[in-house]
């Protein structure tokens, strides 16, 4: 895909004056890092960082048998979500396979904001409008509505506080809420992918330059730093956050993915992929798949999505995401491994680098957890 036919968000302008590295993300030109990667990361652990995520896919779901629709679209139970807050999810195939990880909102009694990773949107989209069939609903593709700005890190509450009058004390993690912020309205949330306190500002287009300018001033004095999707990457890993297409994938259900927790059997209804997952789930029961770990290196190779984790000559399970960690010191992976191996302080495990196994050391996710 050439450049030009890149889609490009709001801020793409700004993101160029700052001399920002862009990059190819799901068929969006999006900002990769605009000075140093490791100097963004600790911004946002230590202070703040403001990232642009306007790549990401809105769908709104409207109408009387909208929370009866996202029950049986979506595996989670959607209609016991009260206004005013969200919920992580998942939509799976028939099968069970996962098509993508989401944050729904409930905005009103019968308005639900969908958020879906950016190269599965048009996906979940048409998924959804396939599913829409018999209910009294509608699925809109928001997309081209919204602009998607978050703060993020431990100073991002009183940077945010000055520039709007919504109760953010109020606000609790995984909720929304209408507001104004520099002047415009805006949804905000409190969901965040760092491991840190935050907030996510859905505004329109045309707003978006008044809101990010709004809050790089009043951020100026407490080292708010503008971050790109290479960071973003790092603290998602150290905060033990999936990533659809690394530890999330049509081959995966969510109970391989160590994630059942978020498929409500309980619920009124039938959902897509209730009998996959109920068998999915009985599967798991009696015979455990992989288990998702942390992984610490004891060295300084740094592993990568694919390589094998080895123990005793034998290959015992494969790396999602790797990368080196800001916080730690250290490179670190999640990966998939066997059950047998898959205990924090298991020792003599290894991932293959080029050949070579390096020692690493099992240990539980997240890698990091900010203090409260």
Same mark, same amino acid.
């Given at each position: 895909m050439s450049s030009s036919e890149l889609r490009l968000t709001a801020l793409d302008a700004l993101h160029r %004056?700052?001399?920002?590295?862009?990059?190819?993300?799901?068929g969006w030109d999006m900002p990769l890092r605009y000075g140093s990667e490791r100097d963004e990361h600790t911004a946002v652990r230590t202070k703040a960082g403001l990232f642009d995520l306007s790549h990401m896919g809105e769908i709104t779901v409207t109408g009387p048998q909208a929370a009866g629709l996202?029950?049986?679209?979506?595996?989670?139970?959607?209609?016991?979500v009260g206004v005013g807050r969200a919920r992580y999810t998942?939509?799976?195939?028939?099968?069970?396979?996962?098509?993508?990880?989401?944050? +729904?909102?409930?905005?009103?009694e019968t308005e639900y904001l969908v958020v879906a990773n950016a190269s599965n949107a048009q996906v979940v989209l048409d998924a959804l409008t396939e599913r829409a069939a018999g209910f009294d609903a509608e699925v809109r593709d928001d997309r081209d509505a919204y602009?998607?700005?978050?703060?993020?890190?431990?100073?991002?509450?009183g940077i945010l506080a000055s520039l709007t009058d919504a109760d953010l004390d109020g606000l609790k993690y995984y909720a929304g809420l209408p507001g104004t912020v520099a002047g415009v309205p805006a949804?905000?949330?409190?969901?965040?992918?760092?491991?840190?306190?935050?907030?996510?500002?859905? $505004?329109?287009?045309?707003?978006? @330059?008044?809101?990010?300018?709004?809050?790089?001033?009043?951020?100026?004095? +407490?080292?708010?730093?503008?971050?790109?999707?290479?960071?973003?990457?790092?603290?998602?890993? @150290?905060?033990?956050?999936?990533?659809?297409g690394h530890e999330l994938s049509r081959e995966l259900t969510p109970f391989d993915a160590g994630l059942g927790r978020v498929v409500k059997f309980e619920k009124d209804g039938d959902f897509v992929g209730r009998e996959a997952l109920e068998a999915a789930a009985s599967r798991a029961a009696e015979n455990p798949p992989r288990v998702l770990v942390g992984l610490v290196a004891e060295g300084r190779r740094v592993p990568r999505a694919g390589y094998a984790v080895v123990a005793g000559g034998e290959?015992?399970?494969? $790396?999602?995401?790797?990368?080196?960690?800001?916080?730690?010191g250290r490179p670190i992976a999640m990966a998939?491994?066997?059950?047998?191996?898959?205990?924090?302080?298991?020792?003599? $495990?290894? +991932?293959?680098?080029?050949? %070579?196994?390096e020692p690493y050391e099992v240990v539980a996710l997240p890698f990091y957890k900010r203090q409260k």
């Open positions: %004056s700052l001399g920002a590295t862009m990059t190819d993300f799901a996202l029950n049986f679209a979506l595996v989670g139970n959607i209609a016991s998942m939509i799976c195939q028939a099968d069970g396979g996962i098509l993508d990880d989401l944050i +729904v909102y409930r905005l009103g602009a998607l700005i978050a703060v993020q890190g431990p100073e991002s509450p949804l905000i949330a409190r969901t965040g992918y760092t491991g840190e306190d935050g907030f996510e500002l859905f $505004v329109a287009p045309s707003d978006a @330059e008044t809101v990010w300018q709004a809050l790089t001033k009043a951020g100026e004095g +407490v080292g708010l730093t503008p971050c790109g999707l290479s960071c973003r990457d790092t603290l998602r890993l @150290e905060a033990g956050m999936p990533l659809y290959v015992i399970g494969e $790396v999602t995401s790797g990368a080196p960690s800001p916080t730690l998939y491994v066997d059950a047998a191996h898959a205990t924090p302080g298991t020792t003599g $495990v290894g +991932v293959d680098i080029r050949g %070579s196994h």
